[in-house]
């Protein structure tokens, strides 16, 4: 099995401060999808998944197109589903909590969230054994994930850019493995282009 794993892209959360808990794609985001789009087009897949919360499902649908059934899976949900949507870069003082592998400020542990990501990759290899699929999803996830298969505890060993890509190979008797991380299929859009300029 090929499974990849992709970063929902840039919610208007994150671009604009506006409060909310479950918030859409900004443009930048829905830019990143169509990137993602292309490239999982181009692999080839038999399946796509997402989180249920709205930056991940509009990812999923805009990369996949309008005529591909995109499936929803609740362990693929962020560890603070049902908080506010704080943005990791805006500095807040509860990632340091975060960081140190304290999710009890979201209501669940890291090995509860450990145990939920990894009970749901599981499931998703156990219904496609040897196929190619696609699970939009979110940075603590990927996170998580890529830690359990690196041996170690820590609850964020890199930072997954948005709309980005992370690919996992499954063997019969050797279990998982890394391909590719951040893949970033996506060019930057006009707007953040000319707000750089």
Known sequence: MILSLVRHGEPVRAASGDAGIDPPLSA?????????????????????????????????????????PVGEREGLSEFDRGSAYLHYEDGAEIWKRYLAGDLTPWGTTLDDFRTRVLDTIESLRADHDGENVVAVCHGGVINVFTAWILGVSSVRIFAPEYGSVHRFWHRPGEGWSIRELNVRPWSPSQAAVEAQA
Do not use: F, N
Not at 31 to 38: I, L, N, S, W, Y
Not at 44 to 61: M, N, W
């Open 28 to 68: 930048a985001g829905a830019d990143h999808a169509r990137g993602v789009g292309k490239l999982i087009t181009a692999d080839g897949y038999s399946a796509v998944y997402s989180s249920p919360l709205r930056r991940a499902r509009e990812t999923a649908q805009i990369a996949a197109g309008p005529d591909v």
